[in-house]
């Protein structure tokens, strides 16, 4: 079926890297995600806006894909465009929130109407498809309100006015049992034609919660709009393969205004990876054209460079432009003075606040060396050392420089802004 492509032996190489972009699905589910004949792989057809998952580490050629029916392609439409602008405003509701995960917003409409609106308000809780999915199937009343409800009170945590998110952690509980997206989603929207727009693609795997795409599969949505493709290795087109495989259309918008419908599919698709810029640079392997292929910091740096860095950060200090962030008074710390402690091992379990990491994280990207105040942490140089150690590993970063309790931490951006080889 696969038309404008006669060599069957490409369409064997789709299917092989097709098949190995959702073991985890697969097996789960107890299905396979990808047809058995290469009859039905033309539900995979790249017509212009259909998206195929991708190999992490294998790049097909483009040309392999070109087809003869590419007027079959959806087109975005004025209204696309409208939910769209709707689910991104709803992701900004997690934006600063959900380290390590990206933000996300979705919204379900039928019939042009919304009945559902979610966003991700925390790692851990589900995603914003199953918020949407919580008010669409009448489980909640607002999708929006639930996860704005979990993002207060993770922000309220130590306060005694903390929002009342049971009624959330009751479907979490549910959501996140064996068939939980079953038991609450099957079939509750098989009778609508219903479309959901969401700023990322969905994810097709499990971690704390099940995949998302299997819950859009799983209340009998007819099409997904997405805003911009995942390129998390554990998603990269998998979470639209599984979609594609239950009949669901996917379409994705466009950033390139050349080959976009419209300036505003164009605008809400670069909108949609704004909102993820930070969490794809932190979770996409470095190449070349980055400016700096994958590099082990603690490796490559050498005096020249390190003194480098700390003739920067000396600068930034005296005009003031130095990025500085002090570790959060309200997380916990580690009593430096009790000498019947393991420091190393006291230090190794301090959690990491979540709303923090996504700040320094973010000033990372931006300005590539910053300074970490961490007395509220630990009152030892040699604590401050572990600790930022341990930051700068979770950011893929290197420590600098260890002064009394402070770290300078350096992480060069996509591309590299500071210059450390010209006098190094």
């Known amino acids: 079926m696969m038309r404008g492509v006669k060599n069957s032996i490409h369409f064997a190489g789709i ?11 697969r097996s789960a589910f107890g299905f396979n995600l990808v047809p058995s004949h290469f009859t039905s792989i033309s539900k995979f057809h790249p017509v212009k806006r259909t998206l195929l998952a991708k190999n992490s580490f294998f790049r097909l050629p483009s040309k392999l894909f070109m087809s003869s029916d590419t007027d079959t392609a959806n087109k975005i439409t004025s209204e696309d465009n409208l939910y769209m602008k709707k689910a991104i ?9 959900t380290y390590p995960n990206p933000a996300v917003g979705c919204v379900l409409v039928s019939s042009d109407e919304v009945i559902g609106v979610g966003a991700h308000p925390k790692a851990g809780y589900p995603h914003a498809e199953v918020f949407a999915l919580f008010e669409a199937c009448g489980y909640v009343e607002s999708g929006v309100e639930a996860a704005t409800t979990v993002v207060n009170s ?11 998110i049971s009624k959330v952690d009751e479907l979490m509980a549910v959501y996140s049992s064996t068939d939980g997206a079953k038991e609450l989603f099957k079939g509750k929207l098989s009778d609508k034609d219903v479309t959901a727009y969401v700023t990322l693609e969905p994810c097709c795997h499990y971690g704390k919660t099940p995949p998302c795409a299997f819950s859009l599969v799983q209340a009998g949505v007819k099409r997904v709009v997405v805003g911009f ?7 990269d087109g998998g ?4 979609l594609q495989n239950e009949g669901i259309h996917v379409d994705l918008m466009l950033k390139d205004e050349s080959e976009a419908e419209s300036k505003e599919e164009a605008e809400n698709a670069k909108a949609c990876s704004d909102i993820v810029s930070a969490f794809v640079k932190r979770i996409s392997p470095r190449t070349e054209e980055d400016g700096m292929a994958l590099v082990d910091y603690d490796e490559s740096m050498n005096g020249a460079k390190r003194r480098q860095l700390r003739s920067i950060a000396g600068r930034k200090k ?4 130095m990025m500085e962030f002090y570790w959060p ?19 190794g379990e301090l959690s990491f606040d979540h709303r923090w990491m996504e700040t320094i994280d973010g000033a990372l990207w931006e300005h590539e060396i910053i300074l970490l105040r961490l007395t509220n942490a630990v009152q030892k140089k040699k604590g401050a050392k572990i600790l930022g150690e341990r930051i700068a590993e979770e950011l893929n970063a290197h420590v600098a420089q260890v002064v009394g309790h402070t770290a300078l931490l350096y992480r060069p951006g996509r591309p590299p802004v500071l210059d450390l080889l010209s006098d190094a």
């Open 89 to 97: 405003e709803a992701a900004s509701i997690g934006v600063g929130n």
């Open 318 to 321: 005296k005009d003031g432009s």
């Open 15 to 25: 299917a092989l890297l097709l098949s190995t972009s959702c073991m985890r699905v």
């Open 229 to 235: 493709r995942d390129p998390n290795p554990r998603v």
């Open 329 to 347: 008074a309200y997380s916990d710390s580690v009593d430096a003075s009790d000498d019947s402690i393991d420091l190393e091992e006291a230090i």
């Open 239 to 242: 979470g639209v393969t599984l």
């Open 154 to 164: 993770t922000k309220k945590a130590n306060s005694d006015d903390t929002p009342d």
